[in-house]
């Protein structure tokens, strides 16, 4: 019986997680990028760990009333972890189509850029094998893309497109272009 209670506890609980990404997505993201249906998105994990977390923090809450301090603190430090994450979760993303890219990011307002405004990329290789790809914009902010968020390899490579066509570049003559190799536009250099 008790199976059956966590089982049931468990489809609630990402039964919540993706109506608020449903209903976050209709409520907050009117634009045309949004609209696309083109996205690059943290992955997954993070929203479902944090929603995990959070109802973990809210029974160590609830537990920790009445058995103890320690079980207070450490259900209000994971629940505040677990917010943390689904919050991060349901706020960052970049969303595009073939002209432009708009990007998402909690607590700041959404930042629209051409492909144009592209002045060239840097990348590192962080522990776990993933590449991290910095684009270095226009008006001198960076856009950080994780090889392991959701839809980051279709997004470089329109944006390189875009970049291209918005230029006034051949594909073709753009010798540093090798997505092979992680390299979509050419490399920044260190100032």
């Not at 479902?48 to 809210?58: E, N, P, T, Y």
């Not at 603190?73 to 943390?84: D, I, K, T």
Request: charged content about 15%; some cysteine.
């Amino acid at each position: 019986m008790e199976f059956i209670a966590i089982i049931l506890v468990a489809a609630a609980v990402f039964g919540i997680c993706y109506l608020v990404d449903k209903g976050f997505a209709r409520a907050f993201r009117s634009k045309a990028q949004h609209r696309s249906g083109l996205a690059v998105r943290a992955n997954k994990r993070y929203g479902i760990f944090g929603v995990i977390l959070s109802a973990l923090g809210i029974l160590a809450l609830c537990a920790g009333v009445t058995d103890g301090a320690v079980l207070l603190v450490g259900g209000a430090v994971v629940l505040l972890m677990g917010l943390c994450l689904a919050a991060y979760y349901l706020s960052f993303g970049i969303f595009y189509d073939g002209e432009s890219f708009l990007q998402s990011r909690f607590g700041k307002k959404d930042v629209t850029y051409y492909y144009r405004d592209i002045r060239g990329q840097k990348l590192y290789l962080i522990q776990g094998g993933n590449i991290v790809v910095e684009l270095h914009m226009a008006d001198g902010n960076v856009v950080s893309l994780q090889s392991a968020m959701d839809g980051v390899y279709p997004f470089l490579d329109t944006a390189f497109a875009g970049w291209c066509l918005q230029t006034g570049r051949d594909p073709q003559s753009c010798d540093f272009h090798d997505p092979s190799q992680s390299l979509w536009f050419p490399t920044v250099e260190d100032t």
